[in-house]
């Protein structure tokens, strides 16, 4: 969507309709709340236009022209030409890409310009911001951004586009670890689109893979995931298969990160048109069709509204941890699991198998899958010999009891090492933490080597300023605090708030 679409008696100035907020834009914002649905905006900081009949880089704020390539007496752009070297970071983060106008981030005429651009549209009612070319412009200015825009609208959900990050590449996750927002997990996309969509030999062991790096990340379960995009092969353009693109469905809405599903997956859209089976290949622009049906029977469709209840529904989805039950090229079953909430979730790649007995950590009893509705036992948390059918799969959800309260926090600590029996706890000055009683603290949950998290009601605390810090609770020894005074925060009202904190050495 464009967000400058305007009818044609609508006043095409932002300025002067942020007031009156009364643009077709602003009347879809109103019809997505109404819905409790949220609006993305996607934005540009690295760039402008490349060069149209002479015209480069020519900036306009309301119909006055800002800056010029071409003219560029203030310092607004790089001039250095093309990237030669993709291995060169300085290059990548100052040279041009496909001969777009690249930003001059060290003038702070454009980085008050930039900033005050995109705080229209956040008071606009836009919701989240998707930033387009991260990894082209230096960390430093990605966390003065993101403080200002975050100062601003502290809810806003702000998450980059690094191509082709991975959980080995070093800029890229410090990129995730430190700019102030997360991003799209481009290493999960290519494992998926190698495994399912190419049906590489190594299958699902390359999800896995990347999955087990996931410790590198200080918010892993927030990355956001997907299987395609604008800049690639549409999955069903490495593999029409609908069985495979349901597998791949199952496995995006049920693993840990956000999923963020390409227009049109729902509806099978694809051309294949200049299509390869390259799983990095872009056919642009036939992976971008215009729609061509909405069919809300399709079997794709009714599954995204089925799995997207159940991340509401099942906090385990959203926000706990992703264990490994078992595993061959053809065949992945693993648990999501936070507090009492359990998912359990088995896909087959190829023909029918039958395994002997997998670990669901279900409890006991009959158990449901949600999409066949077929009914298994499990004991001793297992279940015995489970079949599964080719090109098929298994979800069976367990909700236990969600957490209460007037304000919630929800807490993630990384940079913390743990053995088997140690566990996690926050201990405070407000009865919700013990205060101050160690036995009394309360504990969070693992979610992977580096990561703790737990959601903390607060009633009598609610609205109040409180201390708080993070303690070991050890096995057969004393507890293990953290090194430092103490944290202070002023709880909110109400509402749900994150706390997202490093262990002191």
């Known amino acids: 969507i464009n967000p400058r679409f305007i009818a044609q008696t609508d006043n095409p100035s932002l300025n002067q309709t942020q007031e009156t907020r009364d643009t077709v834009f602003d009347r879809l914002v109103e019809e997505l709340h109404k819905r409790n649905m ?28 800002i800056a010029d390539f071409n003219d560029d ?4 752009y790089h001039h250095y030409g093309e990237v030669k070297n993709w291995e060169d970071d300085w290059q990548v983060q100052n040279c041009e890409l496909s001969g777009l106008a690249t930003f ?20 606009r009612g836009v919701d989240a911001l998707r930033v387009d070319t991260v990894k082209h412009m230096p960390i430093w ?8 825009i975050l100062s601003h609208k502290p809810d806003v959900f702000i998450f980059g586009e690094w191509i082709y990050s991975h959980p080995s590449n070093d800029r890229s996750v410090e990129f995730a670890n430190c700019s102030g927002m997360t991003m799209l997990d481009f290493g999960l996309c290519i494992a998926i689109r190698e495994a399912l969509g190419t049906m590489a030999e190594d299958g699902f062991h390359l999800v896995q893979n990347i999955l087990d790096q996931d410790h590198r990340y200080c918010g892993a379960t927030e990355l956001i995931t997907f299987i395609d995009n604008h800049d690639m092969h549409r ?22 990160g956000i999923p963020c599903l390409y227009y049109g997956t729902e509806q099978y859209l694809h051309d294949d048109t200049n299509a390869d089976p390259n799983p990095y290949g872009n056919n642009d622009p036939y992976n971008r069709p215009m729609m061509e049906s909405w069919d809300t029977e399709s079997p794709l469709y009714r599954l995204v509204r089925l799995l997207s209840g159940i991340r509401r529904l099942n906090p385990a989805v959203s926000m706990g941890s992703q264990w490994q039950k078992f595993l ?34 279900l409890p006991d009893g009959e158990h449901t899958d949600i999409l066949s509705r077929e009914k298994y036992e499990v004991k001793d948390h297992k279940i015995i010999n489970l079949e599964i059918k080719a090109k098929d799969a298994i979800i069976i959800s367990h909700v236990g009891e969600r957490v ?58 609610a609205g109040k300023l409180i201390a708080y810090k993070y303690a070991m609770w050890r096995e057969g020894q004393s507890p293990l605090r953290e090194n430092l005074v103490a944290r202070r925060w002023v709880l909110a009202t109400e509402g749900t708030v994150k706390w997202r904190d490093q262990w002191a050495h």
């Open 38 to 65: 949220k609006l993305v905006l996607d934005i540009v900081c690295n760039h402008s236009n490349p060069d149209f009949d002479g015209k480069k880089g020519e900036l306009y704020d309301d119909g006055v022209k």
């Open 73 to 76: 007496k203030n310092h607004w």
């Open 104 to 123: 001059n981030e060290n003038n702070t005429e454009y980085r008050n310009y930039i900033k005050s651009a995109i705080k229209q549209w956040l008071d």
């Open 141 to 148: 200015f990605w966390q003065e951004f993101n403080a200002d």
């Open 235 to 256: 999955f069903m353009s490495l593999n029409p298969d609908p069985d495979i693109i349901r597998l791949a469905t199952c496995l995006l809405m049920t693993s840990r």
């Open 328 to 361: 061959t090229p053809d065949v992945y079953c693993y648990v999501r699991r936070y507090r009492d909430s359990v998912l359990f979730v088995a896909l087959n790649s190829g023909e029918t198998v039958t395994l002997e007995e997998v670990d669901t950590e």
């Open 404 to 461: 209460k309260g007037q304000t919630i926090v929800r807490v993630q600590l990384n940079g913390v090492e743990t053995q088997p029996g140690e566990i996690i706890v926050v201990t405070g000055d407000c009865p919700e933490l013990g205060n101050w009683d160690i036995s009394k603290a309360y504990p969070l949950e693992y979610i992977n080597t580096n990561t703790w998290f737990g959601e903390i009601p607060f009633d009598e605390s």
